[in-house]
């Protein structure tokens, strides 16, 4: 029997939730400021403000309304006054909020966006600004800027990649550190003349840089690949001094893979990190590693824990980190002994976001199937979990979600593959459901308990479908063996637990019509798209392909980032071409006969608009009922709230169309 005043969950309930982001614990450990982000439909965007709450859930209260947002919240050493990101004024600038009342001030005033920020210990400030790295002055920067606006010929030129990065076009400038002093006068630029950003491109926050305990310099994580940036995976760490007097030292000469995230301990003596083994492979483990500041010692700290930490947040006496990592489709909250390394998990279930040390407890955000993001706390020990805001128990109220639960099969060589379900929303088991058999990105991804705003299997459980979704082998969190084990391998190994893994899920639960089934992915998801289509061509009513390749080989030289490409597929295309045409949907066109929607995003330089229009113009030349969704203004994702509404309708009426007959 359903509940009065609810309905089953639908795209505009996803628009609906507010999005709590990057918690930040005071200094005397009381009380919690926040990012709560709201979607504005009619302006069609979402807005951010700040919000502040007492540790133990009391006293909520909304800091900031200005129409601009506010971002990138951070408390002063005193706790008196929380800085923050806003582009009050048509800039985004830092300002700061007296927490004791009275109106925001503003505390930079340069001529270029500030991209982000970190207090030093002294007061100063250092902020992260794109500049033309030869430019003298900020005001070179943006008198140059300005330049480029009033020409009239458009033409760009470039003698090194990347020409164009995750959805921008590069026009020359990076991404670097400035320190500003608190009594003011001039920026000093910490990497005059590099050629890198910091933080790094497309999406490193102010996470890769950090104080030293002294408050004189900064560490920072840097990509330093020269002419290689666009095929190497090498971020090594760097020491520079807040008063510019030393170029930025290296700390870790020798690396050549992925090193960032650094973060001293309370008590001064370690600067850990987080860093991967091989180079040019991005889904390597990080593992955390701690260096002695004073001798410059170094051990891992987590090699024997098969798992990739996905950030570090030492505990006030310096004894413990903790981190949060997928783990066997969840994404949970570890506990790591500083002294051995032992790993203890403190919440398995969910997904974790941003733990932050208050004391003994640790807060966090915290989602799952059923609930978008909520703070949490919970005890050093693992103890006394509880939920701090209920900022979206309202709406939750009026939502009948899908029950989920997962499942294991035996998958490509006989080995234990996770699987989640979703039944429909008012579930009747005497019923027959048609499914929708959703496939992950990456491919080094997973499909979890997470309350995803892309891909949430909620809407599809909420339109009457049973979900599907299976962490085929290159999913993460079940060991770096179980990873590493797609390359070189997308179209068998998960392939075959892709399709073991329907199997599993139609005998295993009678209620679904294996006779009325879509499958849709993206990215990875939209390549395994097309290539079931052609070397399955008969098990689907019909498919979804959000920006998935048509064609490997020449993915090869449309995307920007080739050092995956050459990891996944052994090399760069012309070296080993074999290894691009192994697994090509390209070469299975032939077979293809299964209705197919194809989405695309105009900005996508991941995955380039030609590759979807190249599919549809498969599909239509071969006479297969298919569309074409196009965002000329997304990305690789569908990120503005009214593209996403008609990207969830377009395809819930896609699927509709073919399994809800006969």
């Not at 919240?73 to 800039?91: H, I, K, M, N, Q």
Request: charged letters at 25%; glycine letters at 10%.
């Amino acid at each position: 029997m359903t509940k009065p005043d609810t309905h089953p969950f639908a795209v505009d309930d996803l628009l609906a939730m507010e999005r709590i982001s990057d918690p930040q614990v005071s200094p005397d450990g009381g009380r919690v400021v926040f990012v709560n982000r709201v979607t504005d439909l009619e302006k069609n965007k979402g807005v951010s403000d700040l919000w502040l709450v007492n540790i133990d859930g009391s006293d909520l209260r909304r800091l900031t309304t200005h129409p601009a947002g506010a971002s990138s919240p951070r408390f002063s050493a005193d706790g008196r006054w929380v800085y923050f990101l806003s582009t009050r004024g048509d800039s985004s600038q830092v300002w700061k909020l007296p927490l004791d009342g009275g109106e925001a001030r503003q505390v930079t005033t340069l001529p270029l966006d500030v991209e982000g920020f970190l207090l030093a210990p002294d007061g100063r400030l250092v902020v992260a600004v794109e500049v033309f790295p030869d430019a003298d002055t900020l005001e070179q920067t943006r008198e140059r800027l300005d330049e480029v606006e009033k020409r009239q010929a458009t033409g760009r030129i470039f003698d090194r990649l990347f020409v164009r990065h995750w959805d921008t076009w590069k026009d020359g400038r990076r991404c670097h550190l400035l320190a500003l002093s608190a009594a003011g006068g001039d920026p000093v630029d910490l990497m005059k003349g590099i050629e890198a950003d910091v933080p790094s491109k497309p999406f490193g926050g102010m996470e890769e840089v950090c104080c030293t305990p002294d408050g004189q310099a900064v560490v920072f994580s840097m990509g330093d690949a020269g002419r290689e940036e666009a095929w190497s995976t090498r971020h090594n760490l760097y020491l520079a001094p807040l008063d510019g007097s030393a170029p930025p030292k290296c700390l870790t000469e020798g690396n050549r893979a992925w090193l960032t995230n650094p973060v001293f301990s309370p008590d001064g003596r370690w600067l850990a990190y987080l860093a991967m083994k091989r180079p040019g492979f991005e889904a390597d483990r990080f593992r955390i590693v701690l260096r002695d500041w004073n001798s410059g010692e170094e051990r891992v700290l987590t090699e024997s824990w098969d798992r990739s930490a996905a950030g570090i947040a030492f505990a006030p006496d310096s004894r413990t980190i903790y981190t949060h990592a997928d783990h066997l489709g969840q994404h949970g909250l570890f506990a790591v002994n500083v002294a051995d390394g032992a790993v203890r998990a403190l919440l398995a279930d969910g997904k974790v976001f941003s733990p932050v040390a208050a004391g003994d407890l640790v807060v966090f955000g915290r989602n799952h199937l059923r609930s978008p993001v909520e703070l949490y706390t919970i005890r050093s020990d693992g103890s006394d979990l509880r939920q701090v805001t209920h900022i979206n128990d309202e709406r939750l109220r009026h939502i009948r979600f899908g029950e989920p639960e997962q499942f294991t099969f035996e998958g490509w060589n006989d080995e234990e593959v996770y699987c989640y379900v979703v039944k429909p929303a008012d579930f009747d088991p005497g019923k027959k459901y048609p499914v929708a058999f959703l496939i992950h990105g990456g491919p080094q991804g997973s499909f979890g308990n997470d309350f995803h705003y892309r891909w949430n299997p909620q809407v599809y459980a909420g339109a009457g479908y049973a979900v599907v979704m299976v962490d085929f082998h290159g999913s993460t969190g079940y060991g770096q063996d179980f990873t590493d084990s797609i390359s070189g391998h997308w179209g068998d190994r998960p392939f075959e637990d892709l399709q073991k893994g329907l199997a599993a899920a139609l005998e295993r639960y009678p209620w679904m019509d294996g006779q009325r089934v879509a499958a849709l992915g993206a990215s990875y998801g939209g390549y395994m798209i097309n290539w079931i289509a052609g070397n399955w061509p008969d098990r689907f009513r019909c498919l979804v392909n959000h920006d998935g390749n048509l064609c490997e080989r020449m993915a090869y030289y449309d995307t920007e980032e080739l050092w995956f490409p050459e990891w996944e597929h052994g090399g760069p295309e012309y070296e080993n071409p074999a290894g691009f045409a192994e697994h090509n949907p390209i070469d299975h066109v032939r077979n293809w006969n299964t209705p197919m929607l194809v989405i695309h995003g105009g900005r996508d330089y991941r995955v380039v608009d030609t590759q979807g229009i190249a599919t549809f113009t498969a599909l239509q030349r071969k006479g297969i009922p298919s569309k074409l969704l196009y965002f000329p203004d997304e990305n690789h994702w569908v990120l503005k709230p009214a593209n996403s509404r008609l990207w969830h309708e377009t395809v819930i009426d896609w699927i509709d169309r073919w399994t809800k007959v006969g």
